[in-house]
């Protein structure tokens, strides 16, 4: 496993990527943000492909030989150059997009009036009717936005790390791949939430294995599906169908 080949790194990204977590939890109940939470929490589903791209490149290091260390993990040169950057940016306006549609759905089933703060809330949430009904609309229309940006990022981040590509064909290639082995993708998203909800269900401590553990995991998930030059000789790629 990749985790355990110089396993300070990893254990040092799962660390970061908690501490991380930690505090901007703590600065949304610091400035009084604490609405945010909820949606934060779904959105890092979202951003989550985007955290891991240190942890992509050490799986990547080890497949070619090349040197590893934190360094290497956070200072990180995409052969897609700036298409990389462009993803990120469509990532993170997805996750506002999410964020400002938790917002709305707030309002229209509360109205529009001030937070009444986390210790009245939860109750609002969990034992009125109005509640239920808001939690089933979030989690339906926050699944949405989580699928559909597991789709379009899970294959599209590694693959515009190693390849020389654009973001958008990316995106499109990496839907194409989860379509395509839609089963299989479904039980490793399930696993994700589970693994994720586990760590928040720990204080998000458990993020410092579990964020690594995936991260590697999906690099090879990556690898597996869409072979790159140095795994296969050109007359194979020859009999590869496009995908």
């Not at 396993?7 to 703590?26: C, D, H, K, Q, T």
């Not at 964020?99 to 089933?109: D, E």
């Not at 986390?118 to 509640?131: N, Q, R």
Request: aromatic share 16%; with cysteine.
């Amino acid at each position: 496993m990749d985790f355990w080949t110089k396993p300070i790194a990893s254990f040092l990204y799962g660390f970061g990527v908690f501490a991380v977590s930690i505090l901007v939890v703590w600065a949304l109940f610091l400035f009084r943000y604490e609405y945010a939470l909820f949606p934060a929490l779904a959105g890092f589903v979202v951003i989550g492909p985007l955290i891991a791209n240190g942890l992509y490149e050490k799986s990547r290091r080890i497949e070619t030989g090349e040197p590893i260390g934190i360094a290497t993990m956070v200072f990180i040169r995409p052969r897609s150059g700036y298409q990389a950057l462009f993803m990120g940016v469509m990532m993170l306006g997805l996750f506002l997009l999410w964020l400002r549609s938790a917002v709305l759905i707030y309002a229209l089933f509360f109205g529009i009036v001030p937070f009444p703060g986390t210790s009245e809330l939860l109750p609002m949430l969990f034992l009125t009717p109005t509640g239920w009904a808001l939690l089933a609309t979030g989690s339906v229309i926050g699944a949405l936005f989580a699928g559909f940006a597991f789709a379009i990022s899970v294959f599209a981040v590694p693959m515009l790390l190693e390849e020389k590509t654009d973001a958008l064909s990316a995106m499109g290639i990496s839907m194409t791949m989860v379509w395509n082995n839609l089963p299989v993708m479904l039980v490793w998203g399930a696993i994700v939430v589970a693994l994720f909800v586990f760590s928040i269900a720990t204080g998000f401590f458990g993020l410092v294995i579990a964020f690594p553990v995936l991260g590697h995991a999906s690099w090879h998930a990556y690898s597996c599906m869409r072979p790159s030059d140095r795994q296969i000789g050109e007359s194979e790629r020859m009999f590869i169908p496009p995908v």
